[in-house]
């Protein structure tokens, strides 16, 4: 049963527009969340991350944005640029027995040009 | 920075056969990972060294031993390679402390036929 579910395997979308990532997770112990980066034949390399205290945090043309409640966050990216194209990965931890990272499938961002 | 360097990049085993993945980083961190990634599965969590001298299972260990050389070395070795973990494995590493980033290596792929 995976905890972390990125359940867009690709999205596409054109230059200069928002690029919008959705991850969900099912486990409460869960409070800390990450995105990761992977281009190919490269490892993962960490983006951005938000504690659950916050509901937002931004870093330049990144924003991720967590739902508590509804256990979901979301990875924005303004504007889109052709480089940006990578699989990206939603990634949790927590305490005790979540205290290690829990990786998502993946979604593939294709930025068009 | 060389940051987290994996061996060999690529290998091709016959199911039976053994081998040693190599990880070694030069940030002086504390813990280190070996995850693999599967196709639609993400990456999962085989073996983690939270410091040097103590290793712990993962997600799915079954069919791995690791070995935690020093703190900057940890091997993966397969004992007897099946088809089933074809993979791209990777080896990450992180300060040790809550809510680290993980740093990772280029990634192992690795068929076995």
């Known amino acids: 049963d995976q905890q972390v579910k990125q359940n867009s395997p690709s999205l596409s979308v054109q230059e200069g527009r928002i690029s919008i990532l959705n991850c969900d997770y099912t486990n409460s112990m869960f409070d800390y969340f990450l995105w990761y980066k992977k281009y190919p034949a490269e490892g993962p390399t960490f983006l951005i991350s938000?504690?659950?205290?916050?509901d937002k945090n931004e870093d330049g043309r990144f924003t991720v944005f967590l739902n508590k409640s509804a256990k979901h966050l979301s990875l924005h990216i303004v504007p889109s640029q052709p480089g940006d194209s990578a699989v990206y990965f939603c990634a949790a931890s927590g305490t005790g027995s979540a205290r290690q990272l829990t990786f998502g499938s993946g979604t593939q961002l294709t930025v068009l040009p | 920075n060389a940051g987290v360097t994996q061996t060999p990049k690529f290998q091709v085993l016959k199911t039976g056969q053994s081998m040693t993945l190599q990880c070694a980083q030069d940030m002086n961190h504390n813990s280190m990972y070996w995850y693999r990634q599967d196709p639609g599965m993400g990456l999962r969590l085989i073996y983690y060294?939270?410091?040097?001298?103590?290793?712990d299972k993962g997600e799915v260990p079954n069919g791995y031993n690791v070995s935690r050389l020093n703190k900057r070395e940890f091997s993966l070795r397969l004992e007897s390679a099946a088809p089933s973990q074809t993979s791209v494995y990777f080896c990450?590493?992180?300060?040790?402390?809550?809510?680290?980033?993980?740093?990772f290596g280029s990634g192992t792929q690795l068929s076995v036929l």
């Open positions: 990450a590493s992180s300060g040790g402390g809550s809510n680290e980033k993980l740093f």
């Open positions: 060294s939270a410091s040097e001298g103590t290793t």
């Open positions: 938000i504690s659950s205290i916050k």
